[in-house]
């Protein structure tokens, strides 16, 4: 008979391995399931790590060439090397995942290679080994949607995984999809020099976000040198030998066109992953998005198995798994995890950052709630003057009569990192006032949500 376990966890992403690890904290024998060669899952290996490190080498070549001047500061033949950059991503990957490997080590959690199959609640079968276990939790995460008529091949027709990966800048790089992953690599590629265009079937891009938001973000991209297509459908592409034919009409129907791309990145979406999980076996419940039915606590329709992250509902988010991660783990110790979906901040990492947080202005309107917005711009902030950065503002929402605040958004330089500002002001139940009054540091740029809190909470700010 195999070894047996307090926890046997399914996938070693952000919501497993954080799973697993809290679970070992709190005194539980726990395994891991993972069939990729290195821990860490989509996030680490293929996700929001190795997408980070070309941006940053992508902006920071970006401002070299066009930023600097207006600071006095010229380089003559700068070059990047796009091989190196390539590597350095990898560099950056292997520090992360082998930085996962020790904490598993450090917490005495069993790293069980292999696919992992569910035999039935309390046994799950890993490389023909049966490990019996109290409580199962999957976490096998997501992967990309596919478009029909539009083949994959990680070469001309890439998902994210091939454009983190391209050895040569394409000279046109067809996106289709406006979200985060078509926005994010689009200016990975487009700032080392390929045209980009973004073929969306919507009105509008990034289209979970603050419609205002969105709007200005559709502005500041185009004045970097996107084309966007929207209200337009992809209905064919052809490969050819120089690349692709893309073949689009408006989405609503109409006279087709045909777009010459070298790369085509195909980005409409991720959905859940469970293949070869025995979900049916098992009798696990599915939903009609094929995302795996949880209840309040995480568990699924069978006693015994849980899931989280990017295979059940809520936004696929590195940070949601590992909440959810951190609070099926503690429920199972018989403590009380849970998690505040309301202040999950989202962040899509091009320059300037867009971050959100709560509700979006729409949400609030089509809720019926009465309330109060206030809107700072970047250009009225001294820091952002200092740094040339002034393209955004920071909005915030708050409800009209307990001034509480509802949701923000922020476009503009390092929104990512001041968005934790107001996920914080809404998870202690902040109200606008709270925020207004608290001392900001001068010249900082979250001088701008404390103008935007005051716009809210006074109905005028200090610097505009
Ligand atoms: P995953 O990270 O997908 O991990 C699941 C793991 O389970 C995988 O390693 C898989 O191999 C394994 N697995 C599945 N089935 C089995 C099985 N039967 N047996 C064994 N192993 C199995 N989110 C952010 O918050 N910020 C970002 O900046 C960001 N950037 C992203 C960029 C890109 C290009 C992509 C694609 C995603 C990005 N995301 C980002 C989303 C983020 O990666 C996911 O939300 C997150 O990885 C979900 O975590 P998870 O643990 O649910 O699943
Ligand atoms: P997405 O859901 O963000 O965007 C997909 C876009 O494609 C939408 O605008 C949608 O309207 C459009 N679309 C759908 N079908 C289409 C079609 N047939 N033709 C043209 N457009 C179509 O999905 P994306 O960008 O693939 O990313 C998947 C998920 O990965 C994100 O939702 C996010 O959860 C996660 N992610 C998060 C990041 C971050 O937090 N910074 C970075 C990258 C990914």
Request: proline share 3%; hydrophobic share 45%; aromatic share 6%.
């Amino acid at each position: 008979m195999s070894e047996s376990f307090d926890l046997i966890v399914i996938g070693a992403g952000p919501g497993g391995y954080v799973c697993a690890i809290r679970a070992a904290q709190l005194g539980m024998k726990v395994a891991c399931v993972e069939k990729r060669a290195t821990l860490g899952g989509t996030c680490l290996n293929i996700g929001c790590i190795p997408s980070k490190a070309l941006l940053q080498s992508s902006e920071n070549y970006e401002e070299l060439v066009h930023k600097f001047a207006d600071h006095g500061i010229t380089a003559e033949g700068v070059k990047f090397d796009l091989a190196r950059m390539q590597a350095r991503k990898g560099e950056v990957v292997g520090a992360n995942v082998k930085g996962v490997e020790f904490l598993f080590k450090k917490n005495k959690v069993t790293w069980l290679k292999g696919h992992g199959k569910i035999v039935s609640a309390g046994k799950v079968e890993v490389e023909g080994q049966v490990y019996e276990t109290k409580n199962i939790v999957i976490a096998s995460g997501s992967e990309s949607v596919p478009l029909k008529g539009v083949e994959v091949d990680e070469k001309q027709i890439v998902t994210s995984t091939g454009a983190l990966e391209l050895e040569k800048v394409p000279g046109h790089l067809v996106v289709i999809g406006g979200g985060v992953i078509g926005l994010e690599l689009g200016s990975v590629w487009r700032r080392l020099g390929a045209e980009v265009t973004v073929i969306e079937f919507l009105d509008r891009i990034t289209p979970g976000i603050d419609g205002e938001t969105g709007k200005m973000f559709e502005r500041v991209l185009t004045k970097q040198g996107f084309k966007f297509k929207l209200k337009t459908k992809v209905t064919g592409a052809e490969k050819t030998e120089k690349g692709v034919t893309l073949t689009v009409e408006p989405a609503a129907g109409g006279t087709p066109e045909k777009i010459e791309a070298d790369v085509v990145l195909l980005a409409i979406g991720r959905r859940p992953y469970v293949e070869g999980l025995g979900l049916d076996a098992a009798g696990v419940a599915l939903d009609e998005k094929g995302r795996i039915k949880t209840g309040h606590s995480f568990e699924t329709n069978v006693l015994g198995i849980y899931a989280i992250g990017d295979v059940i509902t809520g936004p696929m988010l590195a940070h949601k798994a590992e909440e959810e991660g951190v609070a099926v783990a503690e429920i199972l110790a018989g403590q009380h995890g849970h998690v505040n979906y309301f202040a999950i901040p989202g962040v899509v990492y091009t320059w300037p950052e867009v971050a959100t947080v709560g509700f979006s202005e729409e949400e609030v309107k089509a809720a019926g709630v009465e309330y109060k917005a206030g809107k700072f711009p970047f250009t009225a902030n001294g820091r952002a003057r200092a740094m040339g950065d002034t393209d955004g503002f920071v909005k915030i929402i708050a409800d009209k009569k307990t001034d509480k605040i509802l949701g923000a958004a922020i476009i503009g330089p390092d929104a990512g990192t001041m968005i934790a500002e107001l996920a914080l002001a809404i998870e202690f139940g902040a109200s606008a006032e709270d925020v207004a009054r608290t001392s900001h540091a001068h010249p900082s740029l979250n001088e701008a949500v404390k103008e935007a809190a005051l716009l809210v909470a006074n109905g005028a700010a200090l610097h505009i």
